[in-house]
């Protein structure tokens, strides 16, 4: 055992960290929480916390990628079921997340190296599963040869950002609006 | 005459302060120019300001959509034609002001009132423009009367307000390969 004045075990570190980070960052937005307020949350050393996270924004973007990696991924069905089922879930996600993740966004603006991290940690991992999608429809011949994968996939994760930087609702309506309307670009 | 001190007369007032906030906003991003460094840079008094606008938002704006304003809207020729001149003069123009608009987007995720004036005095006129081109398409049956001219609108200024805000490039390549991904929709 090895408990130290009351802080949790070890082993359960991280976990605290994750969640003192996504609780924290939900409420205050990413540039008003410090280092200190993470580990005064999480109830955790400062080297337990550099031990695993080379920084803070390392430990907040996985504390978002953790919760955005809870969405089931399934490519059973047709495109237009699979990409709808997907984003319907992904925006039920981004209704609860969507407050931090556009301070994150926001943040990215002010500091190069944070929108680095931002883009190969956070947005790039989930445009990868979109794309990959469209990419296996493209492969079994749902969707036309010419499909332009990597501009649907802009097109799509560009709405709903935009969207939700500007305070607009995302909704299983717009899941469908958005699918039917880039999936006919094949037609 | 109504020359005072060297400061610039009563009508100049209101270009110059267009042009420093500008030019400010661009150098330094949108939070870290205030009122008064607005008022040194145009060399204008404060009264002059408030009498023109009621805010640094509103100034700012302002600024930028001048500038914006200045995309030739044609409208004849086919809409794919049409939308990707629009589009090609647009990412011109955004390749300038880029990282100033990124600073007001930024500035509008921690400031409700500011983003409601961004929606309404920037983002709206614009995106009605993009709309307008897609309506006439489908009055005179270029596009199909089903197509979703708001989903269209959200796809077009999402896709390049996401890859500005990620720091990637927008080029006329990309205004060619939008307008066609988004204009597919309707075969």
Redesign the interface.
């Known amino acids: 055992m090895d408990k130290v004045l009351g802080r949790p075990r070890d082993d359960a570190a991280g976990p605290a960290l994750l969640s003192a980070a996504r609780r924290l960052v939900s409420e205050r937005?990413y540039q008003r929480v410090s280092i200190q307020n993470l580990l005064d949350e999480a109830g955790v050393g400062r080297q337990t916390l550099y031990r695993r996270w080379p920084s803070k924004a390392e430990l907040v973007l996985d504390a978002f990628l953790d919760s955005a990696g809870r969405i089931p991924a399934v490519t059973e069905g047709p495109i237009l079921e699979v990409l709808t089922r997907f984003l319907t879930h992904l925006f039920a996600n981004l209704n609860e997340d969507g407050p931090a993740l556009?301070?994150l966004?926001?943040?990215?603006?002010?500091d190069?190296k944070f929108?680095a991290s931002f883009?190969e940690r956070f947005?790039q991992p989930r445009a990868k599963i979109v794309k990959s999608f469209l990419e296996q429809a493209v492969k079994r011949r749902e969707l036309n040869e010419n499909f332009?994968v990597d501009?649907?996939s802009?097109?799509?994760?560009?709405?709903?950002?935009?969207?939700m930087?500007?305070?607009r609702p995302l909704d299983a309506a717009?899941a469908t609006?958005?699918t039917?309307?880039?999936l006919?670009?094949?037609?």
Chains 1, 2 share one sequence.
Do not use: C
Request: proline share 0%; hydrophobic share 50%; glycine share 8%.
């Open positions: 937005g556009r301070s966004m926001a943040s990215a603006q002010e190069a929108l883009r947005l332009d501009t649907a802009d097109m799509i994760h560009g709405a709903f950002w935009y969207r930087l500007l305070g717009f609006k958005l039917t309307a880039v006919k670009v094949t037609e």
